[in-house]
């Protein structure tokens, strides 16, 4: 069964400060890889999504990165703002084009 | 604007009871799924619907049950047999089998047994 693992579970950093969130995979054979926000009590919000022939994908000061061959994506997140606190949820799409999520990370970016 | 509409937001129900959850979407998307997430936890895929018509069970499809006879609207019954109910259930859409493409979330139902 493939799993989706996400390192931290919880994260606080100072505002202003510069951050990475890590997601790991066992499914060598993905068809992408999708970063997701999610405020309390609320949906999922995309981020990003990076197709398996890619490495990386940017979106303000958002950048994800994906190496399949280690099972691993990456999402850094540039001069953290208070505004950025949520849970940031990794998933990759396997072959039945389903999304395996992970367990996420809480971030809180303290003023 | 186009998007994903969940209803009701919040939804109790009693012991022995089935309720079902409303998930409509204007998207024009042919795929539509139903997770649940229970506190601290992530999304675990309860039912899929690739096409009208046609929909196949998830991880935990025991106790729930799902239609899908129109393309907009795939709603979601949760039986007495659901021994454990209470959770945040989260509908999504997508362009069927096209890995270039995201899923698009509603703003989930809350369900507690009471």
């Known amino acids: 069964k493939q799993e989706v693992t996400q390192i931290p579970a919880a994260l606080s950093v100072p505002e202003g400060e510069n951050l990475v969130l890590n997601c790991s995979f066992t499914?060598?054979?993905?068809?992408?890889l999708q970063w997701f926000r999610q405020d309390p009590g609320k949906g999922l919000t995309s981020l990003l999504l990076?197709?398996?022939?890619?490495r990386e994908q940017t979106s303000g000061r958002l950048n994800a990165s994906l190496d399949k061959s280690s099972g691993r994506s990456t999402l850094y997140i540039a001069a953290s703002q208070p505004g950025d606190s949520a849970t940031y949820l990794c998933?990759?799409?396997?072959?039945?084009?389903?999304?395996?999520f992970g367990s996420g990370t809480r971030l809180l970016v303290r003023p | 604007d186009g998007g994903i509409t969940q209803s009701p937001k919040y939804l109790f129900r009693k012991e022995g009871q089935n309720v079902t959850l409303s998930c409509e979407q204007n998207?024009?998307?042919?795929?539509m799924y139903w997770y649940r997430q229970d506190p601290g936890q992530g999304l675990r895929l309860i039912y899929y619907?690739?096409?009208?018509?046609?929909?196949q069970k998830g991880d935990i499809a025991e106790g729930y049950s799902v239609s899908r006879e129109k393309k907009e609207s795939f709603p979601l019954t949760v039986t007495s047999a659901q021994k454990n109910p209470t959770a945040f259930y989260l509908c999504?859409?997508?362009?069927?089998?096209?890995?270039?493409?995201?899923?698009?979330f509603g703003s989930g139902t809350r369900l507690t047994v009471v």
């Open positions: 999504a859409s997508s362009r069927s089998r096209q890995a270039n493409y995201g899923y698009t």
């Open positions: 499914d060598s054979a993905i068809y992408n």
């Open positions: 990076i197709q398996s022939s890619q």
């Open positions: 998933a990759e799409m396997d072959s039945s084009y389903k999304l395996i």
């Open positions: 998207l024009n998307h042919d795929a």
């Open positions: 619907s690739q096409i009208v018509n046609d929909f």
